[in-house]
């Protein structure tokens, strides 16, 4: 079975221009998570969709970031505008339920 | 809210040895999970095993057991017969198992196997 799939892997852009990474979870979960990895705060949750419902977006970290996902096999986390601050690995991961949590590959996002 | 605290920034072992890598936990949950994830230098988290809090047997996933101890809130990662392979971050999170699923995480553990 495939696991989580993001796109792009690595994503190299200018200050104040648009970013969009993507995440198809694995078939069949309902959990779908999104969090970013820097070196100075370490592993961080932005936001979690239930069902395609946004839950809990208290991570997101201002009004820059926005998350959608318009189906149960695709979502995405958009950056409007880029800052060089928000350079860091972004982690999709899915998960039926309380179960265990498979993370994407991630997103390699550094904004110069 | 959830605290992850894992006090080991890097450990060094030799290969075929067994090395433990501490994770003490917070929680005001009465039912939770406990979770270990492996990241390679490639960058990928890599489920390695689960506990739960009712569980009364500590987990084990081939050479990797969970030594659970609740009443301390502990829950320490053993890695037996240790491989050039291991060598990574090991990240401790906890999730809660009620209707709040999100994982927190400690800070790692970095190991280094020595041949």
């Known amino acids: 079975d495939a696991g989580v799939i993001q796109s792009p892997r690595h994503e190299v852009t200018e200050m104040g221009q648009e970013v969009t990474l993507r995440c198809k979870p694995i078939?069949?979960?309902?959990?779908l998570f999104w969090y970013r990895q820097t070196m100075m705060r370490g592993l961080e949750l932005l936001i979690y969709?239930?069902?395609?419902?946004?839950?809990?977006d208290s991570g997101m970290p201002e009004d820059r970031f926005s998350a959608k996902m318009p189906n149960a096999s695709f979502s995405t986390l958009k950056i409007q505008p880029s800052e060089p601050r928000d350079s860091a690995v972004y982690f999709c991961?899915?998960?039926?339920?309380?179960?265990?949590?498979?993370f994407g590959p991630g997103t390699r996002l550094t904004v110069l | 809210a959830q605290k992850i605290t894992q006090t080991q920034p890097g450990m060094f072992v030799q290969e075929k040895e067994a090395v433990t890598l501490d994770c003490t936990y917070d929680?005001?949950?009465?039912?939770?999970?406990l979770f270990w994830y492996k990241q390679p230098s490639s960058g990928e988290m890599i489920f390695l095993i689960y506990?739960?809090?009712?569980?009364?047997q500590n987990a084990t996933e081939g050479r990797y057991s969970l030594n659970f101890q609740k009443a301390r809130k502990s829950a320490n990662l053993v890695i037996s017969a240790s491989q050039l392979g291991d060598s990574a971050m090991y990240f401790c999170?906890?999730?809660?198992?009620?209707?709040?699923?999100?994982?927190?995480f400690g800070a790692g553990t970095t190991v280094t196997v020595r041949a």
């Open positions: 991961a899915s998960s039926f339920g309380p179960d265990t949590q498979y």
């Open positions: 078939s069949g979960h309902d959990y």
């Open positions: 969709f239930n069902n395609n419902v946004p839950i809990d």
């Open positions: 929680t005001s949950d009465q039912s939770y999970g």
């Open positions: 506990q739960g809090s009712y569980d009364e």
């Open positions: 999170a906890m999730s809660p198992r009620s209707n709040d699923y999100k994982l927190s």
